[in-house]
């Protein structure tokens, strides 16, 4: 059982491990806010640059991973992380009250690049794909009060920015950066003050999405990308601490059958295609394919999808790093008969997950269009 469980273990490591870029399932983050500088303005809008004119970004399925994509291929890096975290915060961004050009603006269940903060325009995926909308009209307004994130740019941060400038190709180069000092920054850049209510909900698992709709009803690809989001922050519910009495499925692939949407409140039919479901005691079964009816209703900041009460719903590919990681701390340590058992099905688990040839989670609608949050674009 011993080597069985050193195999699986490693193998889970080293899928956890890998770079973001072509597989997004990173999402153990750091406790630690690294050192350096932020993004200066000019830097900002070299990012901006680059980031309208990467059209395979484009491919991604959700407002988060369009915006991790967007920053990696520009040599900004950082762990994935779904919006509800980056709203929170982590740490390879300070939140800052005034925005510049290649800020990161979030909402609860939606992140976007900030293009003109005198427009007050921002880039970000919605229903009918990626493009630059305002953030002080109605709609968003209604969606509450967002907030902004800068780049943190430090030693521990690899390769290079390469964007115009003042008209010229310029080099940002982010490695040997002196730390930032307290009288470096200027107004614009000051942090954020700490609210203690805003932080109490840092192990929250999101029991819900708004949806970005641009009609008066949602589509099949506004649920589509709500989803997808949700199922990633979710991952949050496989911590040991958070797991709480509900089962956890680890979905492969959804696809958005049907809608039904009338006055304030509606229905999503999904048909849901999960790989296995993970109990509280840490026991798991194979599961197969449902259709699941998941609430929609409306209310001023506009829809709101709601999964099923009676199960949390997880990405697969964001679960592996996490469940791997539990199964290290299981391991690490002498544990009683019972922590064994749990051990032992942990690792049956990540075998089970691993050793299948994965072409990558899909979230499709009705007309099939293919959403791969774990694979390169093509």
């Known amino acids: 059982m011993s080597r069985f469980i050193t195999a699986a273990l490693g193998l889970a490591l080293l899928v956890a491990s890998k770079n973001a870029i072509g597989a997004n399932d990173k999402t153990v983050r750091a406790t630690v806010e690294p050192r350096g500088r932020l993004l200066t303005s000019e830097e900002g809008a070299a990012l901006v640059d680059v980031s309208l004119d990467n059209s395979a970004a484009r491919r991604a399925p959700d ?30 961004f300070r939140r800052v009250t005034i925005a510049q ?77 002196e730390p930032e000092r307290p009288s470096d ?23 819900n999405i708004h949806l970005v709709t641009e009609q008066n009803r949602p589509t099949k690809d506004d649920v589509a990308e709500g989803v997808s989001e949700l199922a990633s922050a979710s991952a949050l519910a496989l911590e040991a601490k958070n797991r709480g009495q509900l089962s956890i499925m680890l ?56 999964p099923p009460k009676d199960r949390v719903y997880v990405d697969q590919s964001a679960a592996i790093p996490v469940l791997a990681k539990q199964l290290s701390v299981l391991s690490a340590t002498p544990t009683p008969a019972s922590a064994q058992r749990q051990i032992g099905s942990l690792a049956a688990l990540l075998d089970f997950l691993l050793n299948e040839k994965i072409t990558g989670r899909k979230i499709r609608t009705g007309q099939n269009r293919l959403a791969c949050a774990s694979c390169t674009p093509q």
């Open 251 to 306: 979905l492969r692939d959804i696809r958005v059958e049907k809608i039904q949407a009338k006055g304030n409140k509606g229905w999503a039919d999904l048909r849901v295609e999960s790989r296995a479901e993970l109990a509280p005691n840490l026991t798991w079964k194979r599961t197969r394919v449902q259709t699941l009816r998941w609430e929609l209703r409306r209310n001023q900041g506009g829809w709101i999808l709601s």
């Open 101 to 177: 050009p290649g800020d990161l603006i979030v909402w609860p269940g939606h992140v976007g690049l900030v293009i003109d903060p005198e427009q007050h325009t921002f880039f970000s995926r919605t229903g009918s794909g990626p493009r630059t909308v305002a953030y002080d009209s109605d709609y968003w307004r209604h969606r509450g009060r967002p907030r902004f994130y800068r780049y943190i740019v430090g030693d521990s941060t690899p390769g290079l920015l390469e964007a115009r400038i003042n008209g010229t190709r310029a080099t940002i180069a982010s490695n040997n950066v």
């Open 185 to 207: 920054r200027s107004p614009e850049s000051e942090a954020a003050p700490a609210d203690a209510a805003e932080n109490s909900d840092q192990q929250q698992v999101p029991e």
């Open 63 to 92: 407002c988060s991973h369009l915006v991790y994509q967007l920053l990696t291929a520009a040599g900004l890096s950082y762990p994935y992380a779904p919006s509800f975290a980056i709203f929170r915060g982590i740490p390879q």
